[in-house]
Each structure stands twice: as structure tokens, then as C-alpha cells.
């Protein structure tokens, strides 16, 4: 989500599986188990943490579904802790029209893994400097950056079909706080956000990104990360935002361009101005 390191959660946010485990275990009580996971979260209200916490879940639910192609790829990655890491941005790239087996045939051909302590850790780095390179957050009306996090499958069993989607939901309204909030202290480096169209959205990026690496002072998102990993692509989709907010408003450009033509038509068709004539005139 927001570490150049793969995604070794601890404590409570390692412990999603554990706790989805057992909510299978006790059959019939879907309800009251939501409301569990709920209560074992309620201290994990940054955003850090949220996102972190459901990336891995969302890791979790699809870990099956790209076993069997990572096993053809690259045998005995599945069996290693981090496995859940690679299979989100197995779906991350997925989403995005890349397709798994040539992602990760191109991550292999990126070099060996001697002497590499995780060969799984060394699959997510190269996944996700693979992933900056060609995704791009394409949807700039998704409620969440798509650096942060990318929406739950459409299509998902119990628990994980109330489970992930409330997780996103709680990512997008912890981000709409943090927007509010800057916009009503105000925060001195909202200076640095545009008025235009895209205002709203540069906004969101830069309290994630802020709220994420952590930054700090007036400059909205500081500079540009030196490493490139994911706070980079965090960095750039941010920065994209906050260009695009810069742009006029394309409701006064539209109206600019309506009047141009306007006046354009009226001078090639308008009859031209009446004679002044002191004797008696002809009226159709």
C-alpha cells in the first residue's frame, strides 16, 4: 500500500486471517462477526493503518485465485507468509488490464533471487516498481486514490463481500475527514492546490499522501521521493492531481469558447449595418 517493503503486518493488521477464521468457524452469526472485526479495529483509525490492514485482507481473499498461476511462474512462492502481499497487486495489476502471467514472467526476468532472505519480498518489490511504471490512477472519480488502495472484487463469498467493501468505505470517509478538516482550519499548504475542476481530488491525494508518509510544512507533498517504490508513485499520482488543479474550469473555458462563437457567427451573418439616410426609406 504506501511501503517500499512488502507488506509483513503486524499485530492486529497481521491478524486479519485469524480473526476471518474464526468468523467462518461460527456459522450463522455473519452480523454479530462484522461487528467483531469492527470492535478488534476500532483502534486502527489512521489511514496508515486502514489501508495496510486492507490491503492484506483483500490479499487474503484473492490468494486463491492466482495460486495456480504464480505456481507455474515461480514455484513455491504461494507457500511463503507473504504470499497474501504478492496476490494484491496481482489483483491491483489485474484491474488495471495487465495480464498476471506476463506481469510476472517480467518480474522474473528482472534477475535471480540469490541470497535473497525472501524471495517472496523480492517478488513484491519488483512487482511494484513494475506496477509504477505502468499503471496510472486512470479512474480520477474513484473515492480512493488507487495508490492507496483498490476497490474489493464485485463478487465476493462470506465474510469478505461485507467485510472488504466496508473496509473501502471506511478508507473513503477517513479521507473525506482529513479533507474537511485541512479545508477548514484552513491548512497553509492548500495555497499550493488549484481552484479548477480537479480541486477536490488534489485535495484527497495530498491529506492521503500526507496522512500516509507522513509530510510536513506548506508544501503540499514535498519532493519527490529519491527511491523509486510506491511512495513514488504515491508521490507522482499526487502530483498529477494537484497539476490538474491548476487547469481553469472547464465550465468558464466552455463558456469562453461559446462566446467566441457567438461573436464569430454573428460577423458572418448578421446584415451589416443600416445606411444612414436622410430621405424617405423602403420597409419590407
Known amino acids: 500500500m504506501a511501503d517500499d517493503r512488502p507488506d509483513h503486518l503486524p499485530d492486529m493488521a497481521g491478524a486479519t486471517?485469524?480473526?476471518?477464521?474464526?468468523?467462518?468457524?461460527?456459522?450463522?452469526?455473519?452480523?454479530?462477526?462484522?461487528?467483531a472485526i469492527r470492535a478488534?479495529?476500532?483502534?486502527?483509525g489512521d489511514?496508515?493503518?486502514?489501508?495496510v490492514e486492507y490491503e492484506h485482507a483483500l490479499g487474503v481473499?484473492?490468494?486463491?485465485?492466482?495460486?495456480?498461476?504464480?505456481?507455474?511462474?515461480?514455484?513455491?512462492?504461494?507457500?511463503?507468509p507473504a504470499w497474501p502481499s504478492v496476490a494484491q497487486r496481482l489483483h491491483r495489476a489485474e484491474a488495471a488490464g495487465i495480464t498476471i502471467t506476463d506481469l510476472l514472467q517480467r518480474a522474473e526476468q528482472m534477475g535471480d533471487y540469490t541470497d535473497a532472505r525472501s524471495q517472496t519480498s523480492v517478488l513484491v518489490f519488483r512487482l511494484d516498481r513494475l506496477l509504477a511504471r505502468t499503471t496510472r490512477d486512470t479512474d480520477t472519480n474513484a473515492p480512493v486514490p488507487g495508490w492507496l488502495a483498490v476497490p474489493p472484487p464485485t463478487a465476493a463469498e462470506q465474510p469478505w463481500n461485507?467485510?472488504?467493501?466496508?473496509?473501502?468505505?471506511?478508507?473513503?470517509?477517513r479521507i473525506t475527514t482529513l479533507a474537511r478538516d485541512a479545508e477548514q482550519q484552513p491548512a497553509g499548504w492548500l495555497a499550493g492546490i488549484g481552484a479548477g475542476?480537479?480541486?477536490?481530488?488534489?485535495?484527497?491525494?495530498?491529506?492521503?499522501?500526507?496522512?500516509?508518509?507522513?509530510?510536513?510544512?506548506d508544501d503540499p507533498i514535498g519532493p519527490a521521493p529519491e527511491r523509486r517504490g510506491r511512495q513514488h508513485e504515491a508521490w507522482t499520482a499526487a502530483h498529477h492531481a494537484i497539476t490538474a488543479s491548476h487547469h481553469p474550469p472547464t465550465g468558464a473555458s466552455a463558456a469562453t469558447r461559446l462566446l467566441d462563437q457567438l461573436a464569430a457567427h454573428r460577423t458572418n451573418t448578421d446584415d451589416p449595418p443600416t445606411e444612414q439616410r436622410t430621405g424617405p426609406t423602403r420597409h419590407l
Open 47 to 51: 489511514l496508515h493503518r486502514l489501508a
Open 162 to 173: 461485507s467485510y472488504l467493501p466496508a473496509r473501502y468505505a471506511e478508507i473513503d470517509q
Open 40 to 44: 478488534a479495529m476500532a483502534t486502527a
Open 17 to 35: 486471517r485469524d480473526v476471518l477464521a474464526k468468523i467462518i468457524e461460527r456459522s450463522g452469526v455473519e452480523p454479530a462477526a462484522h461487528e
Open 61 to 80: 481473499h484473492v490468494a486463491a485465485r492466482y495460486r495456480t498461476t504464480a505456481e507455474t511462474v515461480h514455484a513455491g512462492i504461494t507457500a511463503d
Open 197 to 217: 475542476d480537479a480541486r477536490r481530488q488534489a485535495i484527497r491525494h495530498t491529506v492521503a499522501y500526507r496522512a500516509v508518509f507522513p509530510i510536513t510544512g
